[in-house]
């Protein structure tokens, strides 16, 4: 796994203005506490996201989520992909790796807890000989089996309270969720 090159130069803390050298930049404050004001008003809310993807060709997809620009879902040379994008199993995992990320940064912040490096490192275990329908169609699971989330977080409070932290994000995370309980699946012709 390759390591992103990042500086930080300088942040503010969640309780103060003063920037700090080396830490990571917080999220807006009043913004995450209206956040939770409005989620303790009225907890039942469900928010529909949208994504249409169309295929380009090959195992090339372009994926459109609200404005932005299309997210490209590939395949490896392996599974006679461009290797142009992740694949959708990879972006699976990335999709897991920035909720928690999301999480553990803004139970942090609520906690006025400045951060200085948070990296998950993620991997999963999948049986792919199913070749998605076509391949051997022997009794298994199909999907990952197994994740593994390995959580780099460094801040200015005692290990103890950052693995109870990162354990609080798991527990809270729409994504995690997902991976690890069953979620009502319709998929059907248009």
């Known amino acids: ?14 309780d103060s203005p003063t920037a700090l050298t080396g830490c990571l ?13 409005k989620g303790k008003a009225d907890p039942t809310v469900i928010k529909t996201l949208k994504c249409k993807t169309i295929a380009e060709g090959r195992f090339r997809h372009l994926n459109f989520i609200r404005s932005l620009p299309p997210y490209v879902v590939d395949e490896p040379p392996g599974l006679l992909g461009d290797d ?9 995992l990335a ?23 948070l990296e998950i490192e993620l991997e999963g275990d999948l049986n792919i000989t199913a070749v998605w329908g076509t391949g051997d169609l022997s009794d298994k699971p199909v999907g990952f089996t ?10 200015d409070r005692p290990r ?19 991976f690890s309980r069953p979620v009502n699946l319709d998929v059907a012709m248009a």
């Open 95 to 117: 999709a897991l790796g920035s909720c928690l990320a999301v999480g553990i940064h803004a139970n942090a912040v609520a906690k006025g807890i400045t951060v200085y490096k």
């Open 160 to 178: 103890e309270e950052l693995e109870a932290l990162v354990a609080h994000a798991r527990l809270w995370s729409p994504v995690a969720n997902t």
């Open 84 to 92: 142009t994008a992740p694949n959708p199993s990879e972006a699976s």
């Open 146 to 155: 197994d994740v593994r989330a390995k959580v780099s977080f460094e801040a």
């Open 1 to 14: 796994m390759t390591k992103a090159a990042t500086t930080v130069t300088a942040c503010l803390t969640p």
């Open 25 to 37: 930049t917080p999220i807006d404050k009043a913004g995450l506490d209206d956040l939770i004001a």
